[in-house]
T-cell receptor, first 110, second 113 residues
């Protein structure tokens, strides 16, 4: 059974204070690790897919990295508009639908 | 391009009532799924479909039914609503293939009293 654990559950940052969110996973045969962003009252929105250890992807102030056991979402010089819940999910060889973690709620104060 | 459309956005039911949450996508995606999201619990998979006529259970299927008669539509039926089914429900669709992104609807906030 696929397992995804995200930490911390909540994170408060000052504007410009860089940090990282963690997603540790246990799967049999990783086919893809996903990061999504969810704003209050809305559905999740896709950010990245990572496929293999060592892969990195960037989008604006966000950078996602992947190892064989975990993924990090690095946020560089965050702005208040980066405040959201960030969800991690994994797709394995034994499933058609990704398994999601519980998310990290990020608040960036101006 | 509408993407994934869920209706209704809000619903209040009395215990024991039944209802159907609607989900439609216009992207010709093969995979569709229903999740519920509760505080501190993340997204939990209820049912999913890999194509018209094919459905399967997820992590928390009890009390819910689905069918997939067309590629576009994937309704979720609550058979006899219970207060434990109070939640926010999300429908998602994605194209078949490894690592393809999922597109989510805006959600249905359901309260069972």
């Amino acid at each position: 059974e696929d397992q995804v654990t995200q930490s911390p559950e909540a994170l408060r940052l000052q504007e410009g204070e860089s940090s990282s969110l963690n997603c540790s996973y246990t799967v049999s045969g990783l086919r893809g690790l996903f990061w999504y962003r969810q704003d209050p009252g809305k559905g999740p929105e896709f950010l990245f897919t990572l496929y293999s250890a060592g892969e990195e992807k960037e989008k604006e102030r966000l950078k996602a990295t992947l190892t064989k056991k975990e993924s990090f979402l690095h946020i560089t010089a965050p702005k208040p508009e980066d405040s959201a819940t960030y969800l991690c999910a994994v797709e394995s060889g034994g499933s058609y639908i990704p398994t999601f973690g519980r998310g990290t709620s990020l608040i960036v104060h101006p | 391009n509408a993407g994934v459309t869920q209706t209704p956005k809000f619903q209040v039911l009395k215990t024991g009532q039944s209802m159907t949450l609607q989900c439609a996508q216009d992207m010709n995606h093969e995979y569709m799924s229903w999740y519920r999201q509760d505080p501190g619990m993340g997204l939990r998979l209820i049912h999913y479909s890999v194509g018209a006529g094919i459905t399967d259970q997820g992590e928390v299927p009890n009390g819910y039914n689905v069918s997939r008669s067309t590629t576009e539509d994937f309704p979720l039926r609550l058979l006899s609503a219970a207060p434990s089914q109070t939640s926010v429900y999300f429908c998602a669709s994605r194209k078949q293939g490894e690592g393809t992104e999922a597109f989510f609807g805006q959600g249905t906030r359901l309260t069972v009293v």
